[in-house]
């Protein structure tokens, strides 16, 4: 079978390099670190009564790993703005749930900059907001922000067919 369907003289993987992350139906700026997106499902294990040595395995809950985005520092408030939804400095508590929880949309770009992959990640959160690295004088880095988003699941967008490639 063809690695690419529509594009069969490509035989090299896309590039992780070129991706936009969406909420709100808006791109948001400057996102330069998506972490992998995993699931795992939990195992049961149970035995049957006439075989006592032999452990059976099932299949049980869906777990989905958080996803970290990282961008360096800039004034977009879009990643604080969202942490800020989960926790406030006014005695830590939530006004309200209203936004506190987004769809987002990762998409995965070829070289061209033409949309090849789509993942829709629903009902996330932010469970952790880092606003700024260790500072460090002596250092020769990018302050980086990032934030830990929980999420209840992801799917493929299967309506993002392969583009095809001049």
């Known amino acids: 079978m063809v690695q690419f369907p529509v ?14 992350v969406k909420w709100d139906g808006r791109y948001v700026a ?15 294990s149970h035995r049957e009564g006439g ?17 970290t985005l990282e961008r360096g520092v ?40 033409v949309i090849a992959k789509t993942y829709k990640v629903f009902r996330c959160w932010v469970s952790e907001y880092q606003a700024l690295p260790e500072l460090d004088a002596n250092g020769h880095a990018v302050a ?5 988003i929980q999420n209840e699941g992801w799917v493929r967008d299967l309506d993002v067919a392969e583009p095809a490639e001049t």
């Open 144 to 148: 980086f922000e990032h934030i830990v």
């Open 51 to 67: 075989d006592a040595s032999t452990s059976r395995h099932s299949p049980s809950v869906w777990k989905f790993e958080p996803i």
């Open 30 to 44: 400057g996102v330069s670190k998506v972490s992998a997106l995993k699931r795992s499902t939990e195992i049961v």
């Open 7 to 20: 594009n069969t003289h490509r035989f090299d993987p896309y590039k992780n390099m070129k991706f936009r």
């Open 74 to 113: 800039t004034h977009d408030l879009e990643f604080e703005d969202w942490a800020n939804k989960v926790y406030t400095v006014e005695g830590g508590i939530v006004q309200t749930l209203k936004g506190f929880r987004k769809d987002i949309l990762i998409e995965l770009l070829n070289e061209q900059g």
